[in-house]
Nanobody
Framework: VQLQASGGGLVQAGGSLRLSCEAS????????LAWFRQGIGLEREFVAA????????HYGYPVRGRFAMSRDNVKNIVYLQMNSLKPEDTAVYYC???????????????WGQGTQVTVSS
């Protein structure tokens, strides 16, 4: 399984960005696709996860109500729509895939390369 993340960039506080993560390879074994992020000097943090082809979604507390995760099952792409961005959302965002839902990064077997999101105040 290969994951390719894209869509990061520089945005002002209050703005929006949409990240994409394209999955390829043996994706049929994947139940959960997720986003994590890591700011400078910080631990990697759970952002959102989408289970079972879109049956359910889960969000980390800091992003609830502002971020939304969705999936295009035909294209094997998941999206992270980020609205009302704050400077504290600045981080490298990683997509991950695994066989079950978890908010722990160690539960995911596959990782994308990361995409930088910078929110200016």
């Amino acid at each position: 399984v290969q994951l390719q993340a894209s869509g990061g960039g520089l945005v002002q506080a209050g703005g929006s960005l949409r990240l994409s993560c394209e999955a390829s390879g043996h994706t049929f074994s994947l139940d959960t696709l997720a986003w994590f992020r890591q700011g400078i000097g910080l631990e990697r943090e759970f952002v959102a996860a989408l289970r079972g082809g879109g049956r359910s979604t889960h969000y980390g507390y800091p992003v609830r109500g502002r971020f939304a995760m969705s999936r295009d099952n035909v294209k094997n792409i998941v999206y992270l729509q980020m609205n009302s961005l704050k400077p504290e959302d600045t981080a490298v965002y990683y997509c991950a895939a695994g066989s079950g839902y978890s908010e722990r990064e160690t539960s995911y077997d596959y990782w994308g390369q990361g995409t930088q999101v910078t929110v200016s105040s």
